[in-house]
């Protein structure tokens, strides 16, 4: 009896010990369905061999907290440091003669380790709860035997050498320089270079004359190309005999190694443009908390707020609903501070009676929302400020409602920036709808998934995108028109749902009128009665 006891009393504690950490990850079966289809979409006779985030310092012997890159999470579900996974295009053999097509190596179990920093899931972790078949740490990358001479192509993702070697001889450091031994690494690999002798090899010569000409800006804004003799060539051929010529010789030079790290990205392009069901489920939960973020902040709005007080009372939203992080560092600006696309001090100490640009977004099971919401901190828009304010949010809903399938990916922006620009103009503070780039100097739409600026095609809109729609005015001190409208920024931003039906507004919890946003500024907050002790 005892004993049944003390099992029952386990089994209890178990599953107690089971609710206190999140239930509502993707799933196993989730990452190897991405996988599977990421060999479906591989070359014949390939590997793909993708590495897992450097642990970046932040200052002395502290690091970051560690975010996992997207794509490894995507395939893996895998949220550790040091880890390296291959996919390969068709079935391979062991020395047993098992048949396998994919292979993970992880960090390895270590007590003093995990005493310090957090438990791993280890080799028999993966294969339990990520579903892996063959597992190994990652000690024995370097004794792997596999042929990568004997494939046609290696996908990867070229590297931005921002790993640190550290004393553990298993570190993505070694790894990689494992890896780049194994397969003859040149010390000049150029991906950029590689993409575009790709595309002149791709090219039918009748169109070569515009390939060149698009060559000829790749090589103005890249320096490390401005001396490749054969892309030289290839732009200043007078004739397409010679270009012919040119384009055997990058041909040769495309066949001297077997590297490619331009078709896993046109493969996870793809592949992460269109959400499944499962992440959206995780996508409107990162969005709802962002919507509710915003609506306690108007709640809580007022005029000897700082800019850091507004990002705080956002991110503690975040963190209230289980959100890990933010998807992006925080922008609060008060006023003048709006008009900096990319303010992310928030150091103003109080916001007085400027409109107030937030733009934030909550991470949720690694999706990112991105809402912005412009509000006046005293309650009220004055008439200048909602006159600017009413202009945003035409163009806004202009955009939303060119944000269809099949439209070009230009589309909303298109429409936003014509009503931009007609309103500067019917206001007299532009002359010409030409002059409005300088009041609204950025595109309107970017895709929205694992990263805030997520991967895609840029092609016509397709079912199951999720981007956002986000014009802006914004109007610096000194600019070139009455003085009534200095230090004006309003930004709206909303994250829509591209359907067969029509977009959908995911994040219109958030007031968007000027209307909605004051009666909600009316409305009492949990935080009025929050008062801190004043320190010296």
Request: aromatic share 10%; charged share 25%.
């Amino acid at each position: 009896m005892k004993h049944i006891v003390l099992v029952f009393f386990m089994l209890n504690l178990l599953i107690g010990h089971a609710q206190d950490t999140p239930t509502d990850f993707l799933t196993a079966d989730f990452h190897k369905e991405r996988r599977a289809l990421v060999r479906k979409m591989m070359p014949a006779n390939s590997v793909a061999v993708l590495f897992a985030n450097a642990v970046r310092n932040r200052a002395n012997d502290v690091d970051y907290i560690y975010h996992q890159d997207p794509d490894f999470y995507y395939l893996t579900g895998y949220n550790e440091p040091n880890a390296v996974l291959l996919i390969f295009s068709e079935n391979q053999k062991n020395t047993d003669g098992e048949s396998y097509n994919e292979m993970i190596y992880v960090q390895e179990r270590d007590p003093a380790a995990e005493q310090w920093n957090g438990k791993r899931l280890g080799v028999e972790g993966v294969k339990s709860k990520l579903g892996f078949e063959l597992a190994y740490n990652g000690s024995e990358f370097s004794s792997n035997s596999i042929a990568f001479e004997s494939f046609d192509k290696i996908l990867f993702f070229d590297f931005k050498n921002d790993y640190r070697d550290t004393s553990d001889k298993a570190d993505l450091y070694d790894m990689i320089m494992s890896f780049k031994d194994k397969v003859n690494y040149p010390v000049d690999y150029s991906a950029t270079k590689q993409q575009i002798y790709t595309m002149i090899k791709s090219t039918e010569i009748e169109n070569s004359a515009n390939v060149a000409q698009r060559l000829g800006r790749y090589l103005t804004r890249d320096e490390s190309l401005k001396n490749d003799e054969l892309l030289n060539g290839y732009i200043n051929a007078t004739d397409d005999n010679l270009r012919n010529e040119i384009k055997g010789k990058i041909s040769l030079e495309l066949e001297k190694n077997n590297l490619n790290s331009a078709i896993i990205s046109e493969i996870m392009n793809t592949l992460r443009e269109t959400k499944t069901k499962e992440e959206m489920v995780l996508l409107k939960k990162a969005i709802e908390i962002s919507c509710v973020g915003q609506i306690e902040v108007m709640k809580a709005m007022h005029p000897n707020m700082s800019e850091t007080e507004i990002q705080g009372v956002h991110e503690y939203v975040y963190k209230k609903y289980g959100a890990e992080y933010e998807g992006y560092p925080s922008i609060v600006g008060g006023g003048n501070n709006g008009c900096i696309l990319h303010y992310i001090e928030n150091n103003k100490t109080k916001v007085g009676d400027d409109l107030v640009l937030m733009d934030l977004g909550a991470e949720y099971h690694g999706y990112t929302a991105d809402v912005t919401r412009t509000i006046p901190a005293n309650g009220k828009f004055s008439a200048e400020q909602k006159q600017i304010y009413d202009i945003v949010y035409k163009a806004q809903e202009a955009g939303i409602k060119a944000s269809v399938v099949g439209a070009p990916f230009q589309a909303p922006g298109q429409a936003a920036s014509e009503i931009v620009a007609q309103g500067l103009v019917d206001l007299g503070i532009i002359k010409t709808v030409e002059e409005a780039r300088t009041y609204f100097p950025h595109g309107t739409s970017h895709y929205l998934g694992l990263d805030v600026h997520d991967k895609g095609t840029y092609g016509p809109f397709k079912a199951n995108t999720v981007i956002t729609v986000e014009p802006g005015i914004y109007i610096p001190e000194g600019s070139d028109c009455d003085k009534k409208w200095w230090g004006i920024a309003v930004r709206i931003e909303d994250d829509i749902l591209i359907t067969e039906n029509g977009p959908i507004n995911l994040s219109e919890m958030a007031p968007r009128t000027t209307e909605a946003i004051e009666a909600m500024m009316k409305k009492a907050s949990p935080l009025d009665k929050f008062v801190l002790p004043s320190l010296d």
